[in-house]
């Protein structure tokens, strides 16, 4: 019994594997306005959305000012630190929006070249490196502004930060923080 369950079993998975290996992960997304991106990247993009570029430093006890914002309250922020927060917040975003669109260009043209058949070595080289190059540049902007943000706020608000964003582990690590 145990042998034909086995038996069984087995010409299931590999039924199932054979079906998985016939479609690509990619099914149905070449129906995508820019292939190499989703919706919600491009609108992330277009909206200057953080979308894990400061995970680094978020998960390093370097807070980010939209949820500074959002959480003043609980920080107990003053009317000076929410100023500059909100300041630092604006500018973040409004270069990272200037960034995405360059980014979101760049993609289309890419994807244009591709769909019409256009496409070079040269080519492909030039857009790939300019498109690596401004995604350094969104993600340098949010990191950057992580750091700065730290710089408002006291090492009691940083911890308090992680702990609200449920970042329990390595709440001491605030020494070398310094206000300015």
């Not at 927060?85 to 975003?93: F, I, V, W």
């Not at 710089?151 to 964003?165: A, C, E, H, M």
């Amino acid at each position: 019994m145990i042998r034909e369950l086995t038996l069984l079993a087995a010409l299931a998975l590999s039924f199932g594997m054979s079906t998985l290996a016939q479609s690509s992960f990619y099914a149905g997304q070449e129906e995508r306005k820019i292939k190499a991106l989703s919706s919600s990247e491009t609108e992330g993009y277009l909206n200057g959305a953080g979308m894990g570029f400061a995970k680094a430093a978020e998960l390093n006890h370097y807070p980010g000012p939209k949820h500074v914002l959002d959480l003043s309250e609980k920080l107990s922020l003053s009317r000076e630190q929410e100023e500059k927060t909100q300041k630092l917040y604006d500018a973040m975003k409004q270069e990272a929006v200037t960034l995405g669109k360059k980014l979101i260009t760049k993609e289309k043209h890419l994807d244009r070249l591709f769909a019409r058949e256009k496409i070079t070595d040269p080519v492909l080289d030039s857009l790939l490196t300019e498109i690596g190059s401004i995604r350094a540049k969104i993600r340098h902007v949010h990191m950057r502004t992580h750091l700065k943000q730290k710089k408002i706020l006291t090492p009691q608000q940083v911890n308090r930060y992680d702990s609200l964003r449920g970042y329990e582990s390595g709440k001491t690590h605030h020494r070398e923080h310094h206000n300015h």
